[in-house]
C-alpha cells in the first residue's frame, strides 16, 4: 500500500484489529496508517501503564529510528514495523533482552521466509551480507519498548542510497509472499518463549543457536575501540574478542566495523 493513512486504523492485513489481538493473544493491539515511531507509542502507553505485551504497528514511519541517533527508513507498507511492550525482570534488562529478542526474531523471520539469516551482533538480522531487519530496545521506566523493523517488501528506490546498497527484503530472497501477520504472530510466539521467565538468561542450547547464526565469527573487527578477532557470544549477551595481545574481552555495546574486507563475506553467505 501507499499514501498511508495518518491515525490509527481499524483493520490490518485485511483483519479488524480486534481479530489481529486474538490471533497474537496479547492484551492490545494497536494499527496506525502512519506514526513518528512505533517505539514513541509504546513508551507514551507504557507511561500510561499499558498492559506487557501491549503491540504496535506502522503501515509507515516518519521519525524511525536504529540506535545511536541513526534513522530506519520506514516506506509505506513496505515492512513489519512493530513495537512490543514488555515489562522484563530488571535483572535481565539491557543487552540479554535485545540478543534474545533477535533470536526470536530470526527463527521467526526463518521459518516464515525460508530464508537462512545471520546474526550481526548485537541484533542486525543478515541475509547475503544485506541487512534485513534490526532491533531497538528503549527502556522507559520498568517497561522495554522492543521495536522491530523488517524488511518484508522490496524498499522503493527513493530511500537513501546508503540504506538501499545495504538492504535486502524477505521476499526478494524467498520464492514466496511473506505475510506480516503470520510473521508478527510468530515472533510473538518466539519471544514469549524466549523472554516470558522469571529471570532472563542465554543458556548453553542458546548460545550455541547464536553460534549457528553468527556472522561475526572469526571475523576481525573492531568494536568500541577494541580490535581483535570476534570470538562468539558470552552469557551475558555480551561480543567476546580475541585481541592481538592474546585477551579475550568482552564488549557490552558498539557498532562493529569489519576489518579484513568487505561485511558480505562473512560467514554462512
Ligand atoms: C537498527 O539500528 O537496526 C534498529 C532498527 C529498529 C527499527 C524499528 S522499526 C519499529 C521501531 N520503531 C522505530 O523507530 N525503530 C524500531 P542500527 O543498528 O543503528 O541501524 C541503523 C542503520 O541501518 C542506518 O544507519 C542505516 O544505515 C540502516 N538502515 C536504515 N533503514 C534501513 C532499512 N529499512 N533496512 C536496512 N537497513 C536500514
Known amino acids: 500500500m501507499s499514501g498511508a493513512v495518518a491515525g490509527p486504523l481499524t483493520h490490518w492485513e485485511g483483519e479488524p484489529v ?14 496506525w496508517g502512519e506514526i513518528s515511531s ?6 507514551t502507553l507504557a507511561v500510561d501503564e499499558a498492559p506487557a505485551w501491549t503491540v504496535v504497528v506502522a503501515e509507515r514511519q516518519t521519525s524511525g529510528r536504529g540506535r545511536g541517533g541513526r534513522s ?45 539469516i545471520g546474526l550481526k551482533w548485537p541484533n542486525d538480522l543478515w541475509v547475503d551480507g544485506r541487512k534485513a531487519a534490526g532491533i ?11 521495536g522491530i523493523g523488517v524488511n518484508v517488501r522490496p524498499l522503493p528506490a527513493d530511500v537513501p542510497s546508503e540504506v538501499g546498497a545495504r538492504a535486502v527484503s524477505l521476499e ?27 529471570v532472563l538468561r542465554l543458556d548453553d542450547d542458546l548460545l550455541r543457536e547464536w553460534r549457528r547464526h553468527d556472522v561475526l565469527l572469526g571475523r ?12 562468539g557470544l558470552g552469557s551475558g549477551g555480551h561480543l567476546v574478542l580475541d585481541t592481538d595481545a592474546g585477551e579475550s574481552r568482552p564488549v557490552a555495546a558498539g557498532h ?13 553467505e
Not at 173 to 197: F, I, K, T
Not at 220 to 231: E, H, L
Open 38 to 43: 512505533t517505539n514513541d507509542r509504546i513508551r
Open 136 to 146: 531497538l530496545c528503549e527502556v522507559e521506566g520498568d517497561a522495554v519498548a522492543v
Open 172 to 198: 526478494e530472497v524467498a520464492q514466496h509472499v511473506v505475510g506480516r501477520l503470520s510473521l508478527l504472530r510468530r515472533l510473538v510466539r518466539e519471544l514469549r518463549r524466549l523472554v516470558d521467565r522469571p
Open 18 to 31: 480486534s481479530t489481529v489481538e486474538g490471533l497474537l493473544e496479547v492484551p492490545r493491539f494497536e494499527a
Open 256 to 268: 562493529v566495523e569489519f576489518l579484513d574486507g568487505p561485511a558480505e563475506r562473512a560467514r554462512g
Open 220 to 231: 576481525r573487527v573492531r568494536v568500541a575501540g577494541i580490535v581483535g578477532r570476534a570470538a
Open 72 to 116: 530506519w527508513s520506514s516506506p509505506p507498507g513496505a515492512g513489519l514495523w512493530a513495537s512490543i511492550l514488555l515489562r522484563p525482570p530488571a535483572a535481565g534488562t539491557g543487552g540479554l533482552l535485545s540478543i534474545l529478542a533477535g533470536l526470536a526474531l530470526a527463527r521467526a523471520v526463518e521459518a516464515e521466509s525460508g530464508v537462512p
